[in-house]
């Protein structure tokens, strides 16, 4: 047997030859021993895929050889060295250069080598692996996939040819049988006719004629087909399915949004939160983490699953199917009902926890995550409340577009319907939240903070810019510093009026609000209103001819402090007025609250709180009403769905009276009753305010005497269930007082406290006869009398006097007169003492005297009081807010004047109902109450100038700020009636709605102005120039807070003919499309315009706003509920939602601008003749940029 490998020894030497003299590579490298760890120094030759290696440069005999076909180099670590021998020959060695080849054969020891530098060794490495041929070997291991791949192809294609080659005779067996058969037919068929000859052969002709009619024939069906198709396309069926397809590609884009927002709401906010719960010093309880993200991460986790199915659908288009996905949604909707019935409360735990402000820091470095975009967690936690009515509206388009036999169909009606009763829950709590959502907006934006928004029963009425007047002592204007002070910039104030509070704020460089140090925050229920100076005032009066007559006062009266007076001066008449009607409607409101306690309450038995609970009509479902469950700013809850006459009930109810719901009422009345319906009512309360007051209520108020109580409630035809007009006795009063023009609030202290303030030791006897029990004779009493009194001395005296309650009015004071008897049968209390009652509100016990007879007059005068101050503050607030209705319904104003002229009439009338109702004639008859605004035909006739100005000599401060002058004047000229009924959106929209379809006119008219002025240029230059100047523009109309016209100008640039203009664009800088992408990001339709809604909330009036937004919102409101239920209840909750609306829409509407008119530049703008339509301009842009060649 053979025992090693023979070799050719001379070949061999040949070859390291020609490794010596051509090798690849050549040089000295270091070669381990095998034994022992040392190295020899070696001479290496790389000849192709052979290694030898020599014991000097100069051997002509190579000491060995080593075969590189199928190895592996690889560097290894240097060697670890032993510290013995000196430092500089260890460093050698450690810069040296350590590689091995592995070879792939078993049984064969690697080569380890090193060299001196490491350039070498890599050249070295790199040569090696060349020789290896790996890279050869590696492609003819895919060569070979590739070819028994092919082979297997082969394989499976003989394999097909054979079955095909079965096929093809088995058709040809099945061809001659068929053939057969047709031969054996025809045979029959000639038996058949034994008569018929047979025929020659066809002529040549009609072979001819036979296959161009087959030709035809074929041509025809085929047109036929394709007539088919191409009507189907064009078929409203088609139309249906392809808009049906969009539908869900927009859903599914919706969807994932949503859940990008569920994401940022759990993992942005929730898991933080909870661990920050769990420290050492946890800034939140866990508790009111679970309280505030209520199944958050529940609902996140559920439409992951629903949004991966919609994902999955997709896959499967055009067939889609989606029933069965809203079939799982459905049975998963009880954690929505949890989430939505939580939310209130949730958003209350988080205005608490906000107080502590180690949470609130913790909670803006949450908020300032990018992923958050600027928006706050409140707002998060709203975004489940829209997800619901969105996929009913998405289920109502799908419906649309869905035939009526489609076997989706009953299961996408299913689930509309069981989304709408969720929605209907979720209605009222949208509405009720929004405002607790306000008010923390506003609170984050002032910088110290403010504790009384975190107060959720406090609602937000309005906001506005005021100019605060300087003034020092005793209320005097200071005229010499009038004279150089700019009022404009430094006594610009922004005001917040809430119902219990008004704010006054200075506004820093960087929009940050800053609370005034001093009257910052006052309280409506120390504050006395001053609309008109006083006559005999010469200061106020010289204020007001300085002002226009457009400052008003507010006098506060903190309790700890002394009284000082607070100026405020409105833009216009129209913007005093309404800040009046608001700021007056919350200090009666709480007045009449006040009042109303202290009446109920003067009875130990009975309280206000348990009397309107007692009273099931305001908190049960009834036939007629069904209520919210939540509650309005009275603590009493909300109206869902009513009838007229119980909307009207509560309208009147002289217990309560919400301010949200007055201006829901006036904004949204028009839709199920009329305004004679309202005004006979409140005439109705007028005349017989006892009928505002239920029975039961009644029989408490008066249940202190069971006489008195038979007295005066035996019948509704009662003198005392009427108003009465006999003329109370002669008051004693003092030259020097004057009509009482202002609205005193002085409810000091305890508004449960007892009527008996004044030390009424006497009272007048009314002359008027009224039967009465003859046992219940009182005895005589004499008049009191009213004095005036300085309001400064009234302040310095610190005595109470035994004629003098602590909380009577500083410019009112009681002394009582020489003794003088009454010769009337029955006694009432005087309109001076009810007065006095009505604005002190306090006491300290019932004095001595003071009968159960005399008390109960007293309640039935303050009741007649009450029910004419809210006749009067209905009235007011409608003839100030509504004036329109007036203007366009002459008979309606008539009755209105005639109804205020009885009020005057009244003898028992009190000077600042008096003053009142002759403030609502003055405004009643004024013919023009707008005289002070623009309007867009004023100025169209003002800018007849005989030269226009161009677009080059305009510069972008004139351009903006008259842009927004125009948009401004155009949008507050719409009339909030032109809101109701999706006017806009029907065939006669231009009969309904005239303003909202000029105001559209107008948007698109100045959008093709932007686009025709940029399109005159014929040089790129002058397009690119153009274009920055606009974008500059648009820029300074965001700073003036006209974004509508930040919209008119980025549409214009987004169109076809501007944006397909790649040459001019690319002349454009790169500041100017980053200010570009920044405004469109800002106008963005994305998210229902969520960054748009951001920024106005975060801005002050003057304001234009899109209004495309606003009627987007309202349509879907229209679109989501009915005006009714099908048992002919109003749907209070949606007329609310609707009333949300136009009050935000009319704030900026209320609010001028101070921009001076420049003819020449609106003449510019309002010129037709610079604007080229559609078509042209895309025609214009192909001829400057032709389209490039495919």
């Not at 559920?302 to 069965?324: C, M, S, Y």
């Not at 649309?400 to 009953?410: D, I, L, M």
């Not at 949204?668 to 309202?678: D, E, G, K, L, P």
């Not at 202190?704 to 002669?730: A, I, Q, W, Y």
Request: aromatic share 8%.
């Amino acid at each position: 047997m053979q025992k090693s490998v023979r070799y050719n020894e001379g070949h061999a030497l040949y070859l390291a030859f020609l490794a010596r003299k051509e090798g690849t590579k050549r040089g000295f490298l270091s070669k381990k021993a095998a034994e022992a760890s040392r190295w020899h120094e070696k001479w290496f030759a790389l000849y192709q895929n052979v290694l030898f290696y020599f014991e000097g440069e100069q051997s002509g005999r190579p000491a060995g050889m080593y075969l590189l076909e199928g190895c592996s180099c690889e560097r290894t670590p240097a060697p670890p060295r032993t510290s013995a021998g000196p430092a500089g020959a260890r460093d050698a060695l450690d810069k040296q250069y350590y590689f091995t080849v592995l070879f792939g054969h078993e049984g064969q020891k690697p080569l380890e080598l090193r060299c001196e530098e490491e350039q070498a060794g890599k050249e070295w490495m790199e040569a090696i692996h060349q020789a290896s041929y790996a890279d050869i070997l590696i492609e003819r291991e895919v060569l070979m996939q590739k070819y028994i791949h092919l082979v297997q192809i082969v394989e499976t294609e003989k394999i097909a040819a054979n079955q095909l080659r079965h096929q093809l005779e088995d058709q040809d067996t099945e061809i001659e049988r068929l053939k057969s058969e047709i031969v054996a037919l025809n045979k029959t068929k000639e038996r058949m006719r034994p008569y018929h000859s047979h025929q020659e052969d066809e002529d040549p002709d009609i072979k001819k004629i036979k296959k161009v009619q087959s030709f035809m024939r074929g041509w025809l069906c085929r047109r036929k087909w394709k007539t088919i198709v191409q009507d189907y396309i064009c078929s409203p069926h088609a139309e249906s399915m392809r808009k049906r397809n969009q539908i869900v590609f927009t859903m599914v884009e919706a969807e994932t949004e949503y859940v990008h927002q569920l994401y940022i709401l759990v993992n942005g906010f929730l898991r933080p939160l909870r661990m920050a719960a769990s420290s050492k010093k946890p800034p939140i309880s866990h508790d009111d983490v679970s309280s505030i993200f209520l199944n958050s991460e529940t609902i996140m986790f559920l439409h992951e699953i629903f949004h991966q199915g919609l994902k999955a659908r997709l896959a499967n288009w055009p067939t889609l199917v989606l029933a069965d996905l809203f079939d799982i949604l459905l049975p998963m909707l009880n954690i929505y009902q949890e989430f939505v019935r939580n939310h209130q409360y949730s958003l209350q735990v988080l205005a608490n926890c906000k107080q502590n402000r180690d949470f609130d820091k913790l909670l803006k470095q949450y908020e300032t995550n990018p992923a958050c975009e600027g928006r706050m967690l409140e707002t998060f936690l709203t975004y489940p409340m829209f997800q619901i009515p969105r996929y009913i509206i998405t289920l109502h388009e799908l419906l649309a577009h869905t035939p009526h036999e489609h076997v989706e169909r009953k299961s996408l009606e299913f689930a509309k319907s069981k989304l709408e009763e969720l929605s209907r829950v979720m209605h009222d709590e949208v509405s009720d939240t929004e405002n607790i959502r306000k008010n923390l907006a506003i609170e984050r934006m002032i910088v110290e903070g403010c504790d009384i928004l975190l107060d959720t029963s406090q609602t937000f009425i309005r906001q506005g810019s005021l100019i605060q007047v300087p003034s020092v002592e005793r209320g005097k204007l200071s005229k010499v510093r009038l004279g150089s002070l700019s009022l404009k910039k430094e006594g610009e104030r922004q005001c917040f009026l809430f119902t219990k509070h008004f704010l006054i704020c200075t506004r820093s460089s960087g929009g940050k609000l800053h609370l005034l140090k001093t009257g910052g925050v006052l309280s409506l229920i120390q504050c006395t209103l001053i609309e008109e100076p006083d006559a005999s005032d010469d200061d106020s009066k010289g204020s007001g001819h300085m002002f226009g007559h457009l400052d008003f006062k507010i006098v506060v009266e903190p309790p700890d402090a002394s009284p000082f007076t607070v100026v405020l001066l409105a833009p216009s008449r129209q913007e005093k007025a309404a800040w009046m009607s608001d700021i007056s409607q919350c200090v009666d409101n709480i007045r009449c609250n006040g009042l109303m306690t202290i009446v109920f309450e003067e009875n130990s038995k009975v309280t206000v709180p348990h009397m309107i609970k007692s009273d099931a009509r305001l908190h049960k479902d009834d036939t007629d009403i069904c209520f919210s469950k939540t509650l309005n700013s009275c603590k009493v809850p909300q109206i869902r769905y009513a009838s007229v006459e119980r909307l009207l009930e509560r309208l009147t109810d002289l217990r309560f009276l919400s301010i949200d719901f007055l201006n829901t009422f006036l904004h949204t009345y028009r839709i199920f009753t009329t305004a004679s319906v309202v005004l006979a009512k409140l005439s109705d309360i007028y005349k017989r305010p006892f009928t505002s007051i239920p029975v039961r209520s009644l029989e408490l108020f008066f249940a202190t005497s069971p006489n008195n109580r038979s007295e005066h409630m035996v019948d509704g035809k009662s003198p005392h269930l009427c108003r009465k007009f006999s003329s109370p006795p002669p008051l004693a009063v003092s030259r020097t007082s004057s009509p009482v023009r202002a609205r005193k609030l002085s409810l000091t202290s305890s508004l449960n406290a007892r009527i008996g303030a004044l030390d009424l030791t006497t009272s007048s006897c009314s002359s008027s006869p009224t039967t009465h029990s003859p046992t219940a004779s009182p005895p005589p009493h004499t008049a009191a009398v009213l004095e005036s009194a300085p309001a400064d001395r009234a302040g310095d005296s610190t005595e109470l006097s035994p004629c003098r309650s602590p909380s009577t009015p500083r410019h009112l004071r009681y002394r009582p007169p020489g003794g003088q008897a009454a010769d009337g049968s029955h006694c009432s209390v005087s309109p001076a003492s009810a007065f006095a009652i009505a604005t002190a509100a306090a006491g300290h016990g019932s004095p001595p005297g003071f009968n159960n007879t005399e008390r109960t007059c007293d309640k039935e005068f303050i009741i007649r009081r009450t029910a004419t101050n809210r006749v009067l503050n209905v009235l007011r607030h409608w003839v100030s807010k509504h004036a329109q209705d007036f203007e366009l319904n002459n008979e309606l104003k008539m009755n209105v004047l005639n109804l205020l002229e009885e009020v005057l009439r009244d003898p028992d009338l009190l000077p600042q109902e008096r003053k009142a109702t002759a403030n609502i004639l003055r405004a009643l008859s004024q013919d023009d109450q707008d005289d002070i605004h623009l309007k867009l035909e004023d100025i169209i006739q003002m800018t007849d100038c005989p030269k226009a100005e161009c677009f080059e000599t305009l510069s972008a401060m004139e351009l903006a700020e008259q842009i927004t002058l125009l948009d401004h004047v155009v949008f507050r000229s719409i009339p909030y009636e032109e809101f109701l009924g999706q006017g806009w959106m029907k065939l006669d929209k231009n009969e309904r709605t005239p303003y909202i379809m000029k105001t559209s006119q107008h948007f698109n008219e100045m959008s093709n102005l932007v686009a025709s002025q940029i399109m005159n240029y014929a040089d790129i230059s002058s397009r690119a120039n153009a274009i920055e100047k606009w974008v500059a523009v648009a820029d300074i109309c965001r700073c003036l807070h006209n974004y509508n016209g930040v919209l008119e100008i980025t549409a214009a640039l987004n169109r076809s003919a501007i944006y397909r203009l790649k040459k001019t664009w690319a002349k454009v800088s790169k500041q100017t499309k980053a200010l570009m992408d920044k405004l469109q990001k800002t106008v963005s339709s994305e998210g229902r315009f969520k960054n748009l809604r951001e920024t106005l909330k975060n801005c002050n009036p003057p304001a234009v706003p899109y209004l495309g937004m606003y009627l987007t919102d309202l349509a879907f409101i229209e679109e989501g509920t009915p005006n009714f239920t099908e048992e002919g209840l109003v749907n209070f909750s949606k007329m609310r939602m609707i009333s949300h609306i136009i009050r935000e829409i009319r704030q900026f509407q209320q609010t001028a601008y101070r921009i001076d008119q420049q003819p020449k530049v609106i003449q510019y703008l309002l010129d037709k003749a610079l604007i080229i339509d559609e078509d042209t301009l895309y025609e214009l842009s192909l001829k400057i940029e032709p389209r490039l060649p495919a």
